[in-house]
C-alpha cells in the first residue's frame, strides 16, 4: 500500500514570504499522479496543483509551485508571496495511474500541514 | 455549474443508530468516492462507486455501505454507530474514464458527524 508522509504539522511564514511544505511517499509503482490538496476553515478540500510522474518538469501554478524528486519520493510544496488567505490545512495526496476496470482512483492522503500565515 | 453538493452539513447522532449521508456529484461526473477525515487527520478512502456498484473500497468495516443511484447521486450509510465515527464525511465525484484532466477529485463541503 502506498503511505504518504507529511513531517511538519505546522508552519508559520510571513505576509509576502516564501515557505515550502514537505511530503514524501512510499510506492513501488513508476506512474502516479501527486496532488497538494488546500483545506481552509469552510472544509471544503480544493486541488492547489498536481504532478504526474512520467514528467520531470516540476509543475507550477501561479505563486504555487512543487519539487518533484522522483527517486527520492519526494514532494514538496513551494508558496510564494504568501497571502493571508494562503493560511489552511495542506494535504499531500497520492493517487495511482493504474485503474481497475471500469474505475476511478482513490487518493491517500498525508496528515497534513497547517500554514500560518501572519501579517 | 453546481459543484458536488452534500447534505446535511451537520448531524448529531447517539451510539448504536444508524446514518445515511447524501451526496449529489458535480455536473457530468459519473464517479462519487466516500472519505472520513478525523479530527487532525488526512482524509482516509471508504469506498468508490460507478455504474451503480461499489468499485474500491478502503480498510473500513461493513456497517459502512453505499449506493449509487442512476442519476450518479451516493448515500453513505454506517450502522451501529461508535463515538470513534465521529468525523467529517467528504464526497468526491470525477470521470471514470477520459483524459488525466477528467479524472481530477472535486470535493464537497462535507458533513459532520458527531456521535454521542
Known amino acids: 500500500a502506498q503511505t504518504v508522509t507529511q513531517s511538519q504539522p505546522e508552519m508559520s511564514v510571513q505576509e509576502a514570504e516564501t515557505v515550502t511544505l514537505s511530503c514524501t511517499y512510499d510506492?513501488?509503482?513508476?506512474?502516479?499522479?501527486l496532488f497538494w490538496y488546500k483545506q481552509p476553515p469552510s472544509r471544503q478540500m480544493i486541488l492547489v496543483i498536481r504532478?504526474?510522474?512520467?514528467?520531470?518538469q516540476n509543475a507550477t501554478e501561479n505563486r504555487f509551485s512543487v519539487n518533484f524528486q522522483k527517486a527520492a519520493k519526494s514532494f514538496s510544496l513551494k508558496i510564494s508571496d504568501s497571502q493571508l488567505g494562503d493560511a489552511a490545512m495542506y494535504f499531500c495526496a497520492y493517487r495511482s495511474a493504474k485503474r481497475r476496470l471500469n474505475s476511478g482512483y482513490a487518493l491517500n492522503f498525508g496528515k497534513g500541514t497547517s500554514l500560518l500565515v501572519t501579517p | 455549474d453546481a459543484g458536488v453538493t452534500q447534505s446535511p452539513t451537520h448531524l448529531i447522532k447517539t451510539r448504536g443508530q444508524q446514518v445515511t449521508l447524501r451526496c449529489s456529484p458535480k455536473?457530468?461526473?459519473?464517479?462519487v468516492s466516500w472519505y472520513q477525515q478525523a479530527l487532525g487527520q488526512g482524509p482516509q478512502f471508504i469506498f468508490q462507486y460507478y455504474e451503480e456498484e461499489e468499485r474500491q473500497r478502503g480498510n473500513f468495516p461493513d456497517r459502512f455501505s453505499g449506493h449509487q443511484f442512476p442519476n450518479y447521486s451516493s448515500e453513505l450509510n454506517v450502522n451501529a454507530l461508535l463515538l470513534g465515527d465521529s468525523a467529517l464525511y467528504l464526497c468526491a465525484s470525477s470521470l471514470a474514464w477520459g483524459g488525466y484532466r477528467h479524472t481530477e477529485a472535486f470535493f464537497g463541503q462535507g458533513t459532520r458527524l458527531t456521535v454521542v
Open positions: 455536473s457530468g461526473h459519473d464517479t
Open positions: 510506492t513501488s509503482e513508476s506512474d502516479y499522479y
Open positions: 504532478q504526474e510522474a512520467y514528467k520531470q
